[in-house]
């Protein structure tokens, strides 16, 4: 997400490698073509030979089977759109391959599984050419949002904020509502709502 948009020149040379080819992996892979990236450019892997299939027929890309095999090609950049159980191994992996990593959220499911990560990354950034990690946490850039943060700039009295979300009900037994596949709906997807208090708070 973002203001700016980048141009095909900033992305000459550039190889994405999007790891999970459910329909997140499929948007973006769309957005990466927005973006100037060829076909050519752009790789998924995926295990499961259905989703392999759907990226192959719709999108007529290289898609791969084994996402380890995948990061052994050194790309640019990853996406990870896999299920959150698998974002810290998989986010390690990139690093260690010298990507810049965009991971969708959450990022991980636990406090020690995020201080995995921080000091993955800080060990990756100690070099010339550190990497960048984004989190899929888009609400942020959503065009009402910037408009509501630029007018809330201007107060600079403390701010108290109430949300209210309706997220729909989902099964009991949805990946989601597991604490170790999906986090729960607090971290799993309550978090896109957190980031964005965050955001409007300029916290």
């Known amino acids: 997400g973002g203001q700016r948009k980048p141009t095909s020149s900033n992305c000459d040379e550039m190889k994405a490698l999007v790891l999970g080819c459910g329909s997140i992996g499929l948007r973006h892979i769309g957005h990466l073509r927005q973006l100037g990236l060829s076909d050519s450019e752009i790789e998924a892997a995926d295990p499961n030979p259905e989703a392999r299939e759907r990226v192959k027929v719709r999108c007529g890309i290289s898609v791969q089977h084994d996402p380890e095999q995948a990061l052994d090609r050194r790309p640019d950049v990853v996406l990870v759109c896999t299920p959150a159980v698998t974002h810290v191994p998989v986010t390690l992996k990139a690093l ?31 070099g010339e050419h550190a990497p960048i ?65 965050c955001f409007l708070a300029g916290s």
Request: proline share 5%; charged share 20%.
């Open 96 to 126: 260690e391959a010298g990507a810049h990593v965009f991971v969708e959220k959450p990022l991980t499911v636990t406090r020690e599984q995020l201080d995995e990560v921080v000091g993955a990354y800080g060990d990756s950034s100690a």
């Open 133 to 197: 990690v984004m989190i899929g946490f888009n609400r942020r850039f959503a065009p009402q949002v910037v408009k509501l943060k630029s007018l809330l700039s201007s107060v600079s009295e403390p701010k108290s904020f109430v949300m209210t979300v309706n997220a729909g009900e989902i099964p009991a037994d949805h990946w989601v509502q597991d604490p170790v596949q999906g986090g729960g709906r607090i971290i799993g997807e309550g978090c896109h709502f957190v980031d964005l208090l």
